[in-house]
């Protein structure tokens, strides 16, 4: 009856972590339709005259490139041998702010920003921001590293888009730019900013004959997706089950072992796997995440030595094999603790949604669950042996 109900429980955490982890795919589909219907508009909307909207040189810009770079921002810019380039940035406009901003790395921390609005009383506004932090008292107004020409920046609202104009001048041609795009709906107090409703952040080939987005944050958004799927996919179910396996189908001898082995070496492909792309994405983004990618590189470090046990497993005459299964037995138990803790910091760190954590959540309630019972298991069993039942303490 024992047997049956640990077969039971494996079968059950087998297809509830299935279900989740198939609403966790289900959260990477993308449709495309509402970016195809987005270009159209696009073109259409580039091919407007803006010389009734704006004087010269904005209203006449001489080879004008434009392209939708993202939601409904739109990007026209013209770049003179010289090296100014003439920006003309316009967006859908309810309320609230509109910006640009230029950075070395496509991060926010140290970019220098245009940022843009009508204000409640119908005056347009238009000011260079400078991020020393990412607080909205950290966005100081007036300061930044943009050199602006004579030509003063100008915004302008028609119908539903508001457009922010202004030039810029650079010491050699501008090629490929990390930018960065935001919009808050709340107006600035004071000029200092909002806190911005949505960002992105891209490199745009400026060179190019039309504004080419070389690597947009969305390829980048894919690749934390996938490390957070792989992270949970290794360390948060696949690892876990083939621990569990091994703790609750020993009677299963030699299946519990076959088993045991394969799903640990997948689990251990997928949480690799999932380390490489995270290293990755540390390359492109240098994110402030120490913590997080110590513990990584400390779990993934723990998980092989795990994979080495598998080839210096001694015979079960060998005087070592308590001393072998001690440490195998251990070190399984503190690498998921650490692949469980990382997975936890990779969610805050990456801003995860309730859905990711609800359902990590259930994962890990459903492991902690398997613990206790093996814990109150291995009680009950001592209990036994000393003819002493469980709770029962005088």
């Known amino acids: 009856m024992a047997r049956l109900r640990s077969q039971v429980l494996v079968a059950i955490l087998f297809i509830f972590q299935s279900f989740v982890l198939v609403r966790f795919f289900e959260s990477k589909i993308v449709v495309a339709a509402a970016d195809e219907e987005d270009s159209n508009g696009a073109s259409e909307f580039c091919s407007h005259d803006l010389s009734s909207l704006f004087p010269p040189p904005y209203g006449n810009l001489s080879n004008s490139r434009c392209q939708l770079v993202w939601n409904t921002f739109i990007l026209r810019y013209s770049q003179s041998k010289d090296h100014v380039i003439t920006f003309i940035l316009s967006a859908l406009y309810t309320t609230g702010w509109v910006g640009i901003g230029f950075s070395k790395d496509g991060k926010m921390l140290g970019a220098s920003a245009v940022v843009g609005w009508i204000s409640r009383s119908g005056h347009a506004r ?23 020409t004579t030509i003063p920046p100008a915004v302008m609202l028609n119908g539903a888009n508001i457009y922010l104009a202004f030039q810029l001048k650079f010491t050699s041609p501008l090629k490929q730019q990390p930018t960065l795009l935001a919009y808050g709906s709340k107006y600035p107090v004071n000029h200092e900013l909002t806190k911005h409703d949505d960002k992105t952040s891209m490199v745009i080939d400026y060179s190019a004959e039309a504004p080419i987005v070389t690597k947009s944050e969305d390829d980048y958004s894919k690749m934390k997706r996938s490390h957070g799927i792989l992270g949970i996919f290794g360390w948060g179910l696949i690892l876990p089950v083939g ?46 995440a120490a913590a997080h990618r110590g513990i990584g590189y400390f779990a993934l470090t723990l998980s092989i030595l795990q994979i080495l046990a598998f080839f210096i497993r001694p015979s079960k005459e060998s005087k070592i094999r308590g001393l072998w299964s001690a440490y195998h037995r251990w070190f399984g138990v503190i690498t998921l603790f650490f692949g469980a803790l990382n997975i936890v910091l990779g969610m805050q760190i990456g801003g995860a949604g309730s859905d990711w954590k609800i359902g990590y959540g259930f994962l890990l309630a459903i492991n902690m669950a398997c613990s206790f019972k093996d814990v109150y298991l291995i009680k009950f069993k001592k209990s036994e042996l000393s003819g002493v039942m469980p709770l029962q303490r005088h």
């Open 126 to 148: 238009i000011k260079q921001y400078h991020a020393k932090g990412y607080t909205p008292s950290e966005v100081i107004p007036g300061q930044g590293h943009l050199n602006f």
């Open 243 to 288: 621990a569990i396996v091994a703790r609750f189908l020993k009677h299963k001898e030699p299946l519990w072992y076959y088993l045991h082995t394969v799903i640990q070496f997948a689990g251990f492909l997928i949480a690799l796997a999932g380390v490489v792309i995270g290293q990755a994405l540390y390359n492109h983004m240098h994110a402030d």
